[in-house]
């Protein structure tokens, strides 16, 4: 799982993969809670990333904030 925190949780937050057959991106609600503005509590913004098959790709994440590219290498199960 990946949050994302910028003085809170953060606004519009959207991630995608650049090749979802490797790795998936979805939504994710976390338990944990993370300050805003005046002692408010708000859900973590987050996603989960799901390897899918071996391979390399990238996911790319954004928000109100700015944005991020992840790299992100999905290794074959052992044994395989």
Same mark, same amino acid.
Do not use: F, M, Y
């Given at each position: ?23 998936? /991106?979805?939504? %994710? ?5 993370? +300050?805003? %503005?005046?002692?408010?509590?708000? +859900?973590?913004? %987050?996603? /989960?990333?799901?390897? &899918?098959?071996? =391979? &390399? ?6 928000? &109100?904030? =700015? =944005?991020?590219?992840?790299? /992100?290498?999905?290794?074959? +199960?052992? =044994?395989?």
């Amino acid at each position: 799982a990946v949050s994302c925190e910028q003085l809170g949780p953060c606004e519009h937050l959207t991630a995608s993969s650049d090749n979802p057959a490797i790795a998936e /991106v979805r939504p %994710a609600a976390l338990a944990a809670l993370r +300050p805003a %503005a005046w002692a408010n509590q708000q +859900p973590a913004a %987050a996603v /989960v990333i799901v390897g &899918k098959a071996p =391979g &390399k790709t990238a996911i790319r994440v954004d928000s &109100k904030d =700015g =944005g991020r590219r992840i790299r /992100v290498t999905v290794v074959p +199960p052992p =044994g395989s």
